[in-house]
């Protein structure tokens, strides 16, 4: 505009009144604020098992389950100055997005539904990875040899697989990745 000389006055004004607002501001959008947890598990927990299945890829008491086993991890940790969502909705908006598959799993997505913000939801899944990864010694490990002649027995006679070492169910948490086991 100056280049030009030419009077632009009221155009600089507002492009410097527009420079202001952005520069003056932390926030370009508004903040969105999570939703009420007591209301949130109000709503939630009256589903049908098969109904809470759809949101959290589990039936309501492995959920409930989980969430005692996770909850004292120090991830969790509350006392910063920064207020963390409980671990429940931490648990369930991970669990729902690992139950997702192509852009469903986004955090984009995830955010937007679950009303809370980007960053919400990288934390959310850092947090949970990191406290289910606490617990693999006690509930994960490589069978003995004698344990994988067993199960590989097995496996030969229930599903003609010979030699295979395959899965064991135990505890009621259902299958885990082929060679490994749960305690009995």
């Not at 100056?2 to 420079?19: K, L, R």
């Not at 709503?43 to 409930?64: G, H, N, Q, W, Y």
């Amino acid at each position: 505009m100056i280049a030009d000389d030419a009077d632009n006055t009221s155009a600089f004004a507002e492009i410097m009144h527009i420079y202001e607002a952005v520069t003056g501001s932390r926030f370009l959008n508004g903040r969105s604020s999570i939703p009420n947890p007591r209301a949130l598990i109000d709503t939630i927990m009256p589903f049908s098992d098969r109904e809470f299945k759809v949101i959290a890829r589990c039936d309501k008491a492995s959920f409930l389950r989980l969430v005692q086993m996770i909850k004292d991890h120090h991830v969790f940790d509350r006392t910063s100055k920064h207020k963390q969502s409980p671990v429940w909705l931490q648990l369930l908006v991970v669990l729902n997005r690992f139950g997702c598959d192509g852009n469903g799993a986004s955090i984009q997505q995830t955010a937007m539904l679950n009303v809370i913000s980007y960053g919400s939801v990288k934390k959310f899944t850092e947090r949970v990875i990191t406290a289910i990864r606490s617990l693999e010694a006690q509930y994960v490990y490589w069978p003995s040899t004698e344990e994988r002649s067993r199960i590989s027995k097995r496996m030969d006679r229930e599903h003609g697989l010979p030699g295979a070492v395959g899965i064991k169910k135990g505890r009621g948490w259902g299958g885990v990745p082929p060679g490994l086991c749960l305690p009995n």
